[in-house]
């Protein structure tokens, strides 16, 4: 009782005593509160039979029939699919080309060349994927696009890419390639300047050529940094990128098959059916597989190399 | 000479690189300025025969380009003004050791990034507790602050000496005189850096817009480039004043350059800015 008592009056005294740094935070801690933590509550819809008219608590309770329903579809094996893989897609090439570029670009020593190549690769990182959406329509627009001006010069026949679904993971590996490279390599670029110059001196007076001293030397030195990203990376598997495959994919229900992901099956159920509670549910079943997928991987990497995890 | 050949390697695979990333910022301006009729025959072309400004002109003789500049201009503004602030005065209670519960502020912030609220419980937020559907605040206030960008400013700041504080404390100052005085102007190239992020953000966001504004006339220039790939009906909402039909409405043309004009600031502030990115990834890599 009375460690209680001064426990609330502890808090108090270090409130008042420092009111004017919790007056700094309060902004950020009301923002917090109402746009990040507030929302959570609509985790509960998932559980529910959500009318606008009978709002959150007066809905019915309906316990894990949307999840029933959910899972009764094939959708949510596709969606889940999607998502999984396409993030795979990106992580692996997306990793794979950044270190790719910063290595390349390590080699070079003239520095207006290097910062000319930087500058523009990093580039598409700042237009959003809607411009990032009319530049692809200009090369895989079946009409007027480059491509199949291109492939018809050749004398080949045009394909109707909007129309032609299996490509789409690797066009949309392409394009998130293209736009996140150059921001990506900024990360190894900047850990490869710090490996310390005294093991490619070592290797050079060994008579290592340069592509050796890149395999033995640049490449396992990056490991660390290669594991975070893609740590990373795994960490928000679950999570489809809708800003893009809704910009780039759209409406077009062809290619849905092969580039509907989760976020992007949830915001249809919102928006287009109305349906709050089953995209409830579907956010929930992301959420958790997110913070499962996070947690576990957390633990691994603490496992295998303790300088590696996130937190 | 093997070692030649490998660098020249280098040298053609990093000019590959840089076209391939180049050459679609080029198809979309040139061809901007090429001719609707000459983009319906032979489609888009790296050097089009034909120019015209007719693309432009549609856009501009109509009043949405200009309102949608204006939504943009005032969103990312404002936005960006109030992210900073918000952010970095935030950050520093973090970062500051005579905190006592500043742990748990920032676990309490760390774990926003590890499990999210999602789109339904946002959306009824936003639409209908806060009724701010089709106001121009719900472009603005989501993004106010951002836990990633915080951390930044967190790492940054616990690197300051503390007898920049001390010091101060010792004179009478109290703590908001502080961060305001001493430490944010010592730390403005990051918070410089951060405030590039959120303006970026906020330039290129069309998430809330799709979600949250269906009145035109708050529609961000991002939100305009949807409509007119989209839209059928580009003249009406345009809103030019031509009514002569005899004209070809330049469909193409206005939608490559509605892009353009969107883009533009950003691809010329670019070359000033872009050491302000890579210093806040480097920054944000560090961690915390």
């Known amino acids: 009782m009375r460690s209680n008592k001064a ?20 902004p950020g801690m009301l923002f917090l509160l109402i746009f990040a933590y507030t929302p959570m509550l609509g985790h509960l819809l998932a559980f529910q039979n959500y009318r606008l008219s009978d709002g959150l608590f007066g809905s019915e309770w309906v316990g894990f029939k949307n999840f029933e329903f959910f899972f009764g579809n094939k959708d949510w094996l596709r969606v889940t699919w999607n998502t999984v893989f396409l993030n795979g897609l990106f992580l692996v090439f997306g990793i794979g080309t950044a270190v790719l570029l910063a290595v390349l670009l390590n080699e070079i020593t003239n520095k207006w060349f290097k910062k000319t190549v930087q500058s523009f690769v990093f580039l598409p990182y700042f237009i959003s994927w809607l411009v990032v959406s009319m530049m692809v329509q200009t090369v895989f627009s079946s009409s007027e696009g480059m491509l199949n001006q291109a492939l018809t010069a050749l004398g080949f026949q045009g394909v109707d890419w909007y129309l032609t679904p299996g490509v789409w993971p690797y066009i949309l590996t392409f394009v998130y390639v293209w736009k996140m490279a150059g921001y990506n390599s900024i990360i190894f670029l900047a850990s490869i300047t710090g490996i310390s110059s005294e093991y490619y001196e070592c290797a050079k007076i060994e008579g290592a050529s340069r592509m050796q001293q890149i395999i033995y030397i640049t490449l396992p ?10 740590l990373l990376g795994i960490g928000r598997i679950f999570y489809g990128d809708f800003g893009m495959i809704y910009a780039l994919v759209g409406d077009v229900g062809v290619l849905y098959p092969t580039t509907d992901v989760i976020d992007t099956f949830a915001y249809r159920a919102l928006r287009q059916m109305g349906n709050f509670s089953m995209s409830s549910a579907i956010i929930v079943y992301q959420s958790s597989m997110g913070l499962i997928t996070v947690i576990l991987f957390n633990w691994l990497a603490r496992r295998i190399d303790s300088d590696s995890r996130l937190f | 000479m093997r070692e030649r050949l490998f660098l020249y390697f280098v040298y053609v695979l990093l000019i590959g690189f840089a076209l391939i990333c180049f050459i679609p910022f080029w198809i979309v301006l040139i ?5 609707e009729a000459n ?9 089009p025969t034909s120019f015209s400004l007719n693309a432009y002109s549609f856009l501009l003789s109509g009043k949405q380009v200009f309102r949608s500049y204006g939504v943009t201009l005032f969103v990312t503004i404002v936005g960006t003004t109030l992210g900073v602030i918000i952010t970095a005065s935030y950050a520093y209670v973090l970062s500051h050791p005579k905190v006592k519960y500043r742990h748990v502020l920032s676990f309490l912030t760390f774990f926003t990034m590890l499990f999210g609220a999602g789109l339904v419980g946002f959306y009824m937020l936003i639409a209908n507790w806060l009724h701010l559907k089709d106001s121009i605040w719900a472009l603005i206030l989501p993004y106010l602050l951002n836990p990633f960008y915080a951390f930044i400013l967190v790492s940054y700041f616990r690197s300051l000496p503390y007898e920049l504080n001390e010091a101060a404390t010792v004179d009478g100052a109290n703590d908001m005189y502080i961060f305001f005085r001493i430490i944010w102007p010592v730390s403005l190239p990051v918070i410089a850096t951060v405030a590039l992020f959120y303006a970026l953000q906020y330039w290129n966001d069309w998430y809330l817009s799709l979600l949250f504004i269906d009145n035109y006339r708050l529609h961000p220039l991002q939100i305009m480039i949807r409509q007119l790939i989209s839209n059928l009906n580009a003249m009406s909402y345009v809103g030019g004043s031509q009514t002569d039909y005899n004209i070809m409405i330049p469909t193409f043309g206005m939608q490559l350059a509605i892009v353009c004009i969107t883009i533009g600031p950003i691809v010329f502030v670019y070359p000033f ?11 944000g890599s560090v961690k915390g």
């Open chain 2, 31 to 35: 061809n901007s300025f090429a001719d």
């Open chain 1, 7 to 26: 426990g609330a009056s502890g808090f108090i005294y270090e409130i008042v005593k420092n009111r004017y740094l919790y007056l700094l935070a309060l």
């Open chain 2, 273 to 283: 800015v872009q050491k302000y990115f890579i210093k806040g990834m480097t920054l």
């Open chain 1, 221 to 230: 030195l990056l490991r660390p940094v290669i594991m975070i990203m893609t």
């Open chain 2, 39 to 47: 983009i319906q025959t032979s489609g888009y072309q790296l050097f």
